[in-house]
């Protein structure tokens, strides 16, 4: 099973006294990489949500994003050291007045400390999350079974045209023989016919391209095998990609009938096509 590293995920908890929003998003990154955006929630807490993601992920760059909308406690406290050492300062300087307001206090770094509670339970929160996640990694899955269809019939269309490379390179071959023997009879009439016919046959399998077709086959089966993986890596699935590039890209060069070129050269575009498409797998 493959996994799309571009999802989303959603959920909302609303009571009387507390509404929270949870959105959960990711796009493709080499490696896993999850950020948290949101004021309200304290660095001990959001340790949670990124060790449950990074359990959960391989790859991608996942952004999380807490809302939380709900009635607090506050307290107020004055800091009487600082407020003293400010009324010596007014004294001390000659200022009009040391006689000091709340709102000559307020905006002082350190002297009014303001503290809010919520009252959002931490286990509310993490059930939000959870129900959020749980429709983030749904879409991920969604989006991984479309990408697993496509990758499917690219890899039939690959091994339709590599059967027929196959069959008409069989009769290439023949024909290469013959055009060898001719070429050569012309201009060497009296040449051995046996070490004639030997020296024309290696020329021809020169030509043969009978071991990247194997190795063609092979990688797809690889493939194959690895995208029904229940733990498939897109990592994996890449590199065998890269090979089976390689070799589709000797059979093309190594070919020159035209016919069976054009069609060498049509299953290295489906190849980049898939790799093009398992730059989006986890």
């Not at 992920?57 to 600082?82: E, P, T």
């Not at 010596?88 to 000659?94: G, L, M, P, Y």
Request: charged share 35%.
């Amino acid at each position: 099973m493959i996994r799309s590293m571009t999802g989303f995920g959603q959920s909302r908890h609303i009571d009387k006294d507390v509404e929270i929003l949870v959105e959960l998003k990711s796009v493709n990154h080499r490696f896993l990489e999850v950020n948290l955006k949101s004021p309200e929630i304290k660095s001990e807490d959001e340790e949670y949500f990124k060790k449950t993601i990074s359990k959960k992920l391989k790859r991608g760059k996942v952004d999380i994003y807490i809302k939380v909308n709900a009635s607090s406690n506050g307290s107020f406290q004055i800091d009487g050291k600082l407020l003293t050492e400010l009324k010596k300062i007014i004294k001390n300087e000659s200022l009009l007045s040391n006689e000091l307001r709340l709102r000559d206090i307020k905006d002082i770094p350190g002297i009014l400390k303001i503290t809010k509670s919520s009252n959002v339970k931490l286990q509310t929160l993490k059930k939000v999350f959870n129900k959020a996640l749980a429709d983030f990694l749904k879409s991920r899955i969604e989006e991984g079974t479309k990408i697993h269809k496509i990758l499917i019939n690219k890899i039939n269309k690959i091994q339709s045209k590599q059967i027929k490379v196959s069959k008409l390179c069989k009769r290439d071959l023949s024909k290469k023989i013959e055009i060898y023997k001719k070429r050569v009879k012309d201009i060497l009439e009296k040449y051995d016919t046996n070490s004639l016919d030997q020296e024309i046959t290696h020329l021809a399998m020169k030509a043969d391209v009978s071991e990247e077709l194997e190795r063609i086959d092979f990688h797809l089966l690889s493939i194959r095998k690895e995208l029904n993986n229940k733990n498939s890596s897109g990592k994996k699935i890449d590199f065998i990609l890269q090979e089976l590039f390689r070799e589709s890209n000797t059979l093309s060069v190594k070919l020159d009938e035209p016919k069976t070129k054009n069609i060498a050269l049509e299953v290295k575009v489906l190849v980049e096509e898939m790799r093009e498409q398992i730059q989006n797998i986890e």
